[in-house]
């Protein structure tokens, strides 16, 4: 291993502004090498927002990038959740305990926490959904070989102590924080940001990078829902965004219209190809995306296309006629 790849490996801490703080912590995935927590000084001690995946040696990780800008995990007074997906909130129980603090966390969590300690159940799920795509069963016998012993990156589920829901506020020494409800990527999801300062804690909804990532089945509009929250953080007109992946980003309604963009030009692709005729989310995910489906895209690549058709589906745009198995989409 090269000394490049091995200090990727570690947690590391670098100051954004005074009083607020990155936590780099690296994630197991390929193309995702990272995920940001985030802290701010309030008070005595400093609240924390996400606290990375549940992993071997992650703990160590957390605490190795909390060393790197003079903290500690007993300063932590209070730990703050952008949304229940393992890369955020997977060692939120062994931090609540070490920092005798509590957890705070949108109501919404059951599309994490309902599966959480049943791998085989998640499995299953995303199986079932590759079966209504159209993915063959061999393809699927294939999938779940290699991926049934994979592990959940959550240490334990535990409730939050309050929920994080519209109109809440968390102080801070930069002022309080203001909670605002995004769901669209996941239905937990929320983003925070200061009035004064004008710096956005994004999450996962907004990246420096466009890319969509969306949880299906867990409400019944995911796209639509995400447009929506693009809408809600549109309106804050943030100078700086801390996303949960990535650096830092200035620019913010730009990044924004972006989404808004690709969202669309998806909607419309998919659309057309409709109309020409019945497709399953399969046909329609290889010709979506200029890139092939694999192993390792497939489940996130059909569960996107699955919400952009149900998104077309509730405009009265497509209907989905199933053959017991498959789902065919036509034209309305
Ligand atoms: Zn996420
Ligand atoms: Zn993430």
């Known amino acids: 291993m090269s000394e490049l790849q091995r200090k990727r490996e ?4 670098e100051r954004v502004v005074a009083g607020l703080w990155r936590l780099r ?7 995702i ?6 802290a701010f000084a309030a008070g005595s001690g400093v609240v924390l927002v996400d ?47 070490r920092a005798g603090c509590e957890m705070w966390m949108h109501p919404n969590h059951a599309h994490a926490t309902a599966n959480a300690g049943d791998p085989a159940a998640v499995l299953a799920r995303r199986l079932e959904v590759g079966r209504q795509s159209g993915v063959s069963l061999a393809t699927l016998q294939e ?16 409730e939050p102590d309050a929920s994080l829901t519209d109109g809440v506020t968390i102080d801070s020494d930069l002022g309080p924080w203001q909670v605002f409800e995004t769901p669209g990527h996941c ?8 009035p004064e300062h004008r710096i956005l804690i994004s999450g996962d909804h907004v ?17 639509g829902e995400f447009l929506s929250s693009l809408d809600v953080v549109d309106a804050l007109d943030a100078r700086l965004a801390l996303s949960g992946h990535g650096k830092p980003f200035t620019d913010v309604h730009a990044h924004i219209e972006g989404n808004r ?49 149900t998104h077309l589906e509730a405009q009265g745009f497509v209907r989905r006629e199933s053959d017991g198995d498959v789902d065919h989409w036509h034209a309305t």
């Open 187 to 194: 239905p937990s999801h929320v983003c925070l940001f200061q």
């Open 261 to 309: 963009k690709l969202v669309a030009a998806k909607l419309e692709a998919i659309g057309e190809r409709v109309q020409r005729e019945p497709q399953t989310a399969l046909s329609l995910a290889r010709e979506i995306y200029d890139q092939p489906i694999v192993d390792g895209n497939a489940a996130w690549l059909l569960t996107e296309t699955l919400c952009f058709l």
């Open 25 to 31: 912590l690296p994630l197991p995935w390929a193309g």
């Open 207 to 223: 990246l420096g990078r466009i890319s969509l990532f969306l949880e299906y089945g867990w409400s019944p509009d995911p796209v």
């Open 143 to 158: 999938y779940h070989d290699r991926h049934k012993n994979d592990v959940s990156g959550i240490a334990r589920v535990i």
């Open 33 to 38: 090498p990272h995920c940001n927590a985030w």
């Open 10 to 13: 570690l947690g590391r801490g």
């Open 51 to 97: 606290c990375g995946m549940h992993q071997p040696g992650s703990m160590a990780n957390l605490e190795r990038a909390l060393d790197q800008v003079h903290l500690r995990l007993d300063n932590v007074r209070r730990l703050v959740i952008t949304h229940a997906h393992s890369d955020h909130w997977g060692q939120a129980a062994p931090v609540r305990e």
